[in-house]
């Protein structure tokens, strides 16, 4: 698909690339927080899985930029932003990267070391949990995943933004309040949930409200966000037209800088020279 059609078919797409973000991704965090207010009073946040890097745009933009550029703050801290991926990243003004998987107890330690004894106000993750295709295990670690939330956070909220596409189950969880069990020791969450996921172990936990029979299964609402009047992710609108009436497509703000694919095509293009030459061999013989 040529990248007009693409421009076409896909306003958000078309959209991040005029105002220069990396990823369609940006107006989903930019929605999200026109409905929950997210960035409100926050100075130190950490963004999971940030490769290519819109949300670290949008963090960089909404946080970073505007102390920078603000006479009041010039005494404070600028706000604090780290970003994780396994990914490199291209750099972003404001933003610390730290390439690791954030699954890794290593990785964690070095996001802590640079809040330097302070809590992050604000955790966002575009990662999501592998599938593996086996629906019973799938759906298990799904709802691992949701009874964590849940034992976390008193207010829970499933968000999907308008520029996330209905075509996708995609959605995102919106937690609210960090209250975490009384003594939580991070090291004792494998047993937390364990006691969480069974029925008796459910009496002993302040997690009651909301929950329905038996394990694993809680009420989470789900909420529409993005301003419904505005562009449709499913929908394709006309290009502009610019200059002498023919529209220009754009290109991409920022490539990857190393993505996983570059090694595949690395490899296909060496096995494709290897063909070619073999069959050169074939002929000469
Ligand atoms: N929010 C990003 C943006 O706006 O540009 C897009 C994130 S992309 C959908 C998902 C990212 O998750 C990928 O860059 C991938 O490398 C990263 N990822 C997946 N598993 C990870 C892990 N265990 N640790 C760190 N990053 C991971």
């Given at each position: 698909m040529g990248k007009a059609s693409r421009d076409k078919r896909d306003i958000y797409y078309r959209k991040a690339k005029e105002e220069g973000?990396?990823?369609?991704?940006a107006f989903k965090l930019l929605q999200i927080d026109e409905e929950f207010?997210?960035?409100?009073?926050?100075k130190r946040v950490v963004d999971l899985c940030?490769?290519?890097g819109s949300w670290s745009q949008v963090l960089s933009r909404k946080l970073y930029l505007p102390a920078k550029l603000s006479?009041?703050?010039?005494?404070d801290d600028p706000p604090l932003i780290v970003a994780i991926d396994l990914q490199p990243m291209a750099p972003i003004e404001g933003v610390i990267q730290v390439q690791g998987d954030i699954t890794n107890a290593q990785t964690a330690e070095v996001v802590i070391r640079h809040f330097d004894g302070c809590k992050a106000d604000l955790v966002v993750c575009d990662g999501a949990p592998d599938v593996t295709g086996l629906h019973d295990m799938d759906e298990f670690v799904q709802s691992q995943l949701i009874l964590a939330l849940k034992l976390f956070f008193p207010v829970v909220t499933f968000a999907k933004p308008r520029?996330?596409?209905?075509?996708?189950i995609e959605a995102f969880a919106v937690c609210e309040n960090y209250s975490p069990p009384q003594?939580?020791?991070?090291?004792?969450l494998h047993r937390l949930l364990e006691k969480a996921g069974s029925p008796s172990g459910?009496?002993?936990?302040?997690?009651?409200?909301g929950w329905l029979e038996g394990p694993n299964k809680v009420y989470i609402p789900f909420l529409a966000c993005g301003d419904l009047s505005g562009y449709d992710s499913d929908r394709s609108y006309p290009l502009p037209k610019v200059g002498e009436g023919t529209y220009q497509s754009l290109d991409p703000v920022q490539p990857p800088i190393?993505?996983?694919?570059k090694r595949a095509l690395e490899m296909k293009k060496a096995s494709n020279h290897g063909i070619r030459e073999l069959e050169k061999l074939s002929l000469d013989s």
């Amino acid at each position: 698909m040529g990248k007009a059609s693409r421009d076409k078919r896909d306003i958000y797409y078309r959209k991040a690339k005029e105002e220069g973000w990396r990823a369609r991704s940006a107006f989903k965090l930019l929605q999200i927080d026109e409905e929950f207010n997210i960035f409100e009073g926050v100075k130190r946040v950490v963004d999971l899985c940030a490769a290519p890097g819109s949300w670290s745009q949008v963090l960089s933009r909404k946080l970073y930029l505007p102390a920078k550029l603000s006479q009041d703050s010039r005494d404070d801290d600028p706000p604090l932003i780290v970003a994780i991926d396994l990914q490199p990243m291209a750099p972003i003004e404001g933003v610390i990267q730290v390439q690791g998987d954030i699954t890794n107890a290593q990785t964690a330690e070095v996001v802590i070391r640079h809040f330097d004894g302070c809590k992050a106000d604000l955790v966002v993750c575009d990662g999501a949990p592998d599938v593996t295709g086996l629906h019973d295990m799938d759906e298990f670690v799904q709802s691992q995943l949701i009874l964590a939330l849940k034992l976390f956070f008193p207010v829970v909220t499933f968000a999907k933004p308008r520029s996330s596409r209905n075509s996708s189950i995609e959605a995102f969880a919106v937690c609210e309040n960090y209250s975490p069990p009384q003594g939580f020791n991070p090291k004792d969450l494998h047993r937390l949930l364990e006691k969480a996921g069974s029925p008796s172990g459910m009496d002993d936990l302040d997690c009651s409200s909301g929950w329905l029979e038996g394990p694993n299964k809680v009420y989470i609402p789900f909420l529409a966000c993005g301003d419904l009047s505005g562009y449709d992710s499913d929908r394709s609108y006309p290009l502009p037209k610019v200059g002498e009436g023919t529209y220009q497509s754009l290109d991409p703000v920022q490539p990857p800088i190393a993505p996983p694919y570059k090694r595949a095509l690395e490899m296909k293009k060496a096995s494709n020279h290897g063909i070619r030459e073999l069959e050169k061999l074939s002929l000469d013989s």
